[in-house]
């Protein structure tokens, strides 16, 4: 199934002169094998594509594959490959890192979203894998550390005083950190009733900031897709009403941060 984009940005077919057109093929829901799945590599490179399009450098198409029932031409071309892939002037590139490689060096524009900056790799490289520590342990511990590092992505944002982790435009950085912030926040809300804390006003600030931008909401995944993604994991089966279910899309601040922000500008 083809996802329904916004036409001013170039995306799913349709064509701004002759500028290239490249197709990346994402994951589709684990609950109805139509919509975006929660797959954080897919919005990654979803993203990093979009903000091309929008640049006008490239038109996208953005195709969706039920992994649980592929179609037949999917498992021709790719058998076993799982999404991301990317299609580029007929090559189609099969693992993250060629992808990755393959926007900075051959899609035009791809460049100027990959910055250069060891710092904040640094800090923002762990912080989904102490998520998903916690997830496991369940345990104060593990939980402190995972607070720690979101305070060091928090300190960084408020010590460079920009809307973005490298500066007041989006970057490779934000596209691979904004959906693993996602998932920390509604699935550890689900599974762990943890809410990044509202005291982290920095980091709040930049999650609003992208909220508002379409890279973000147009690739981002249902908060129900990101709880069954982990549901999944954990071996539960998911019941049928939650195939019923309308999808919400977790992406407001909450009050009593917006409160906060509100009066700090002030």
């Not at 799945?37 to 490179?45: D, K, T, V, W």
């Not at 897709?225 to 977790?250: F, S």
């Not at 917006?258 to 500008?265: G, K, S």
Request: proline share 5%.
């Amino acid at each position: 199934m083809k996802e329904d984009m916004d036409p001013d940005t170039g995306v799913n077919g349709t064509t701004n002169g002759d500028i290239p057109e490249v197709e990346l093929i994402i994951k589709a829901s684990t609950i109805d094998g139509r919509r975006k799945g929660a797959c954080l590599f897919c919005q990654e490179y979803f993203m990093d594509l979009y903000l091309l399009a929008e640049m006008k450098t490239i038109s996208l198409k953005v195709t969706t594959v039920d992994m649980l029932k592929p179609p037949p031409d999917f498992r021709s071309n790719f058998e076993a490959t799982p999404p991301p892939i990317l299609i580029d002037n007929g090559l189609a590139v099969l693992d993250n890192e060629s992808i990755e490689r393959h926007i900075l060096k051959n899609i035009p524009g791809g460049h100027n979203l990959f910055v250069q900056d060891n710092d904040v790799a640094r800090k923002i490289e762990n912080v989904y894998n102490k998520f998903k520590l916690y997830l496991t342990k369940r345990d104060e511990g593990s939980k402190n550390i995972l607070l720690g590092h979101l305070k060091k992505i928090d300190e960084h944002l408020g010590a460079k005083g920009t809307r973005f982790l490298t500066g007041d435009t989006m970057c490779c950085f934000d596209c691979e950190l904004m959906p693993r912030l996602q998932h920390i926040r509604v699935a550890g809300k689900h599974f762990l009733d943890f809410n990044i804390p509202s005291d982290m006003h920095h980091l709040w600030r930049y999650m609003k900031n992208t909220y508002q931008l379409d890279a973000f909401t147009q690739s981002c995944p249902a908060d129900q897709d990101i709880i069954n993604h982990y549901k999944l994991q954990q071996g539960v089966k998911m019941r049928k009403h939650e195939e019923l279910e309308t999808p919400t899309y977790t992406t407001s601040i909450p009050r009593e941060v917006t409160e906060d922000l509100y009066c700090i500008t002030l």
